[in-house]
């Protein structure tokens, strides 16, 4: 089966990594067409040996990529079109349609109850969304709670299907020599208690309310960000107001998949000061939307976000020229990706490592669709405190012993977090729910998708 995955951007996010981590896993042909934003997660699907084309969008409303998409879904003569996330979803619909492609699945990653992927759910949204739907053969949904809501949206019930988001289980298994490490580069202190937050940056993670609770807490406990995004000078200066500058620090956007580029941090910068990630320029990598170097990399200009930097339409990861059509081909030699041995401490930057160095995850987020980082963060043995988390709320209690949820302000994630530091430490063991959420089991679920919605295709 030959597919093509459409999704908005590949900057590094929740539905980008997740879907890297598919194509891992999934027993079919699979290439890549990227709206917008060919970051990081573009790099590692290259990597790994996935073709990959940038179509250059230029914001919502630039309607000259569908007929670019059309065409190129036209001459991949792909049986299957698979989109992700709102804005590949309404344009990659119809897209397939025109190209001929009968098949057409969708995965909603990022509903919530008030907004869909940061942005409100007007009339207007949920109404083009809709409109687009009717176009698909399937809607996935990463968890029975987006099931429902799709459902409540009009979405007609037989036409969803769940398949939830999968982790690579043995890669977050808990290492001694791994967590030592991490803390080691980190730079923190002995007996330090470590509180966790990993995602993007932005005002719905609610991260300022885990810098709060930071405050109320005792000087041994620090707070480590994983993340990027547009909310981290706002954080900063959260951290400097309530006098914990020198207790948080932001490790910056970790792109999760082995043998990905990490932007190396040094030693530990406290929140306050001019910590960025610097940039890494591999071998073989292409950063597009900056100068070109003939004999070098190409370099991308900007940050990397979901709606983020436009670089030249038409352009192509490519790990081969003949496969996919697009006006401009750049070819990028795939680089083979590597596997980690979870006894090693290997890199101790990645997320494993940095999920290792932490002793609780907190997620003051109050509306998730899954909520990978808690399930990864379980993984990993780590207790877990929670606002919203499907992954979890799906489960019996027993699934996740070691998550808790908690209200969503400071006080609350305070108290909670000083009872936890206060019961010292705990097993490191891997709770039911993470086995529940294997990726080779997601893996095999979304194929059964991709057979039933293939079948229809044929008959109608």
Known sequence: ???????????????????????????????VATLTDPG????????????????????NRDLSVLPRLTGLIRAGRYDLVHTHLYRA???????????????????????????????????????LYLASERLGSATVAVSPTVAERLRRWGVPAPRIEVVPNGVDVDRFRFAPARRAAARRRLGLPDGAFVVGGVGRLTAGKRFDVLVRALARLPEEVRL????????????????????????????????NGPGDPVHPIGSAHPAGSAHLAGSAHLGGSAYLGGSVHRGGSVHRGGSVHRDGPVHPAGSAYCADSSALAAPTDLIIPAAPATSADPADPGDSTDLPALLAAMDVLASPSAEEAFGLAVVEALAAGLPVLYVSCPAVEDLPPRAAPAARRVRGDADSFAHALRSLREAGPHTRSVPEAVHHYGITRSATRLMAVYAAATRQGRSS
């Open 40 to 59: 990081p997660v573009a790099d590692g699907l290259v990597a790994d040996g996935v073709r990959v084309v940038h179509l250059g969008m230029g914001g």
């Open 89 to 127: 979803c309404v344009y990659g619909r119809p897209a397939a349609r025109l190209a001929g492609v009968r098949t057409v699945v969708a995965t909603e990653h990022s509903l919530g109850a008030s907004q869909l992927e940061g942005r409100r759910l007007t009339p207007g949204v949920r109404g």
């Open 224 to 255: 480590l960000l994983v993340g990027g995004g547009p909310e981290e000078a706002a954080l900063r200066r959260t951290a400097r107001r309530t006098g914990v500058a020198d207790r948080v620090l932001f490790a910056g956007e970790r792109p």
């Open 1 to 31: 089966m030959k597919v093509l995955h459409v999704i908005t951007g590949l900057g590094v996010g929740g539905a980008e990594q997740q879907l890297r981590l598919l194509l891992r896993h999934l027993p079919a042909d699979c290439d």
